[in-house]
């Protein structure tokens, strides 16, 4: 799977020197395209309730967390059910230190995100010897160990009670509306996505991709296998901190029930959904994944109206959905949301005449 | 002239197969030798021997005096090994340029940080590299098809392509397993024309396996013949044609 850019609409574009062919937005349209995306996320606080801009702040932290995981598994061809864990791991490094140590949550966000590397980095070492099956099992361990260990250092992690985290400040601001917290998601999403799309069009995003598609070719190509293998745990995991981190401070509060093999799951359905192997999919996944409960609620409200027991039965059907949903993805559509919204694209390109 | 290549008494069991047994062979620098023999007679398992995907049972390889023989496969390409397959072993997802930049991978410093801030240095290298491999599609004369997926591309291409990426790597030794098995005539004269320029004007030194005699007898310095993992004859390639051990290995299988 090439790592397609998203932002480009390939007719009649043509280049003239290198540096323009390698340019991300190559095209005026597709820069225009992403300015006008740009101001309606810039402006989105000032003609949404509140409530849409707290369920942006999810979206946003959603998909941080699964263009990680999407660096690991879909184009590092990698597995892992402990990410879940991993964002726990981000989570509890940063509320430490800003709850307990009191230190800058400007500090405390980048050692989240480092510390989630370097456990990351560690449980990925097995990916020398494990494939497949067999590496899930590794990781799934990962997420047992890492829950145990949050439960059971209650002198650190204040066990199953959980902690309570302040509220970042920036200058004298503090950042405890879901507006302001707003601006600083959006900052670290537009950052993760940049971040990746530029992995995926230089060296060490090639080599990942290689890992994934014939290892044996990317070594003698002189790639070392288990560096990239292992690096690619490590900035998956980072990506998982930093989204843990953010996600316990913006609501203000961390237990280890938010960070299960459940999470894992959700996040693993995410890119699966919403394409395997590319960045505009773990964004697709994030959204629908984040989304989805929401409109389940809403429908569940509409129609059980007064009806307590309805309402309960739909909600409690949720879990179908999304199991229902993984299979239906798996089955008739492996590459997502993704390649679907490429499809209807092609097909509007050529419109009317699409025979 | 010291040999830039030694393969010293190779022997490689798979259970109870014996792919290699007792194979010697030197290779001096610049020469293009062709490795012949009958299916099965452990031509890849010689190549995948020198390139790292199989350790030997037993004896040593030595490039450009430095035992290689533990090394692993990345290993040794950062000393100058580069190789192709005899199945096409391209990123079939990836586009050609993809590819072969994939294959300057050993000559660009960039880590990942500075790949995902893709500023100043990563930039530029991405740049300086993308030049070099601009000058490999150019030789290679592939410049139509340099933003299409390798899958798309027909077989002839893709092995165009292999060799590609081989070079981009800048080996001082390459291996070509079977470089132009499924090809039409017209492709074979001009992979044939590619490896030659490759050696004459690069100074690369070639190992290469293949089956069509024309082309060994057009192409190769040194030939060396392999049946059932032994190596029966060496030499140039009318020495070889002549030896009735070679035409008997040759005969006895058809
Ligand atoms: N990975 C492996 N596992 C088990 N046996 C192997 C392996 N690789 C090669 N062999 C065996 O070693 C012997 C030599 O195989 P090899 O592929 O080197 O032959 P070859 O000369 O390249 O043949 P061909 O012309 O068909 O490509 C064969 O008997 C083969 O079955
Ligand atoms: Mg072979």
């Known amino acids: 799977m090439r790592s397609r850019n998203p932002f480009v609409m390939d007719c009649g574009v043509f280049t003239t020197n290198y540096r323009e062919d390698m340019a991300i937005l190559h095209h005026p349209a597709a820069k225009l395209k992403v300015l006008t995306i740009a101001a309606v996320f810039l402006f989105l606080p000032f003609f949404v309730s509140p409530y849409y801009v707290s369920v942006a702040n999810l979206i946003g932290i959603a998909i941080i967390g699964a263009i990680g995981l999407n660096i690991l598994v879909g184009f590092t061809g990698q597995i892992s059910i402990g990410h879940g864990a991993f964002m726990g791991v981000g989570a509890y490094t940063a509320g430490i230190l800003t709850a307990t140590l009191g230190w800058s949550f400007w500090i405390a966000l980048p050692a989240g995100g480092l510390m989630a590397a370097v456990i990351g980095g560690l449980f990925g070492i097995p990916s020398l010897r494990l494939k497949g099956l067999y590496l899930a099992i590794a990781t799934l361990a990962a997420q047992v160990i890492i829950e145990f260990g949050i439960v059971h250092w209650p002198a650190l992690t204040r066990g199953p009670a959980g902690m309570v985290l302040p509220a970042p400040t920036i200058g004298g601001l503090v950042l405890n509306t879901d507006t302001s917290f707003y601006y600083l998601i959006l900052t670290m999403t537009v950052a993760a996505i940049v971040f990746a799309l530029n992995i995926f069009r230089t060296r060490a995003g090639r080599a990942f991709m290689a890992v994934r598609d014939r290892d044996l070719a990317a070594s003698v190509m002189g790639i070392n296998i288990f560096k990239y293998k292992v690096t690619a745990f490590a900035l998956s995991a980072f990506y998982a901190g930093l989204a843990g981190a953010l996600w316990g401070h913006n609501l203000g509060m961390i237990s280890p029930e938010h960070f299960t093999i459940k999470v894992s799951i959700l996040y693993l359905a995410m890119i699966i959904i919403g394409g395997l192997g590319s960045v505009m999919g773990a964004i697709y996944g994030a959204c629908f994944m984040t989304l989805l409960p929401i409109v389940l609620r809403e429908l569940a409200d509409f129609f059980g109206g007064g009806f307590a027991g309805l309402t309960h039965a739909m909600l409690a059907m949720q879990e179908a959905v999304f199991g229902l949903l993984i299979i239906l993805f798996l089955v008739f559509e492996p590459e997502g949301l993704a390649k679907m919204w490429r499809n209807i694209k092609d097909y509007f390109k050529l419109w009317p005449f699409s025979y | ?254």
């Open chain 2, 1 to 254: 002239m010291a040999p830039q290549l030694v393969i010293d008494t190779l022997t490689l069991h798979f259970g109870g197969v014996t792919a290699l047994s007792g194979v010697y062979q030197e290779v001096n620098p610049g020469d293009i030798l062709a490795v012949i023999g009958p299916n099965g007679a452990g031509k890849t398992s010689l190549l995948n021997c020198i390139s790292g995907l199989y350790r030997p049972s037993a004896g040593r390889i030595v490039f450009e005096d430095r035992e290689i023989t533990n090394l692993p496969p990345h290993r040794r390409a950062q000393l100058g090994i580069g190789r192709t397959f005899q199945n096409i072993e391209l990123f079939k997802h990836m586009t050609v340029l993809e590819n072969l930049m994939l294959g300057r991978h050993i000559h660009m410093s960039q880590g990942l940080v500075s790949g995902g801030f893709y500023w100043g240095r990563a930039r530029r290298e991405e740049e300086v590299h993308r030049r070099r491999v601009e000058e490999i599609i150019d030789f290679l004369e592939i410049e139509s098809i340099r933003h299409k997926a390798v899958g798309t591309l027909a077989y002839g291409l893709q092995k165009r392509v292999e060799l590609g990426r081989a070079l981009a790597l800048e080996p001082r030794l390459l291996l070509l397993d079977e470089p132009m098995a499924g090809m039409n005539l017209e492709e074979k004269e001009d992979m044939a024309r590619f490896i030659l320029d490759v050696a004459e004007e690069w100074g690369t030194t070639l190992i290469l396996i293949e089956h069509d005699m024309g082309v060994v007898m057009d192409i190769s310095d040194q030939v060396a013949v392999l049946d059932f993992g032994r190596k029966i004859a060496e030499g140039t390639p009318e020495e070889v044609q002549k030896n009735p051990l070679v035409v008997k290995a040759y005969l006895g299988k058809q």
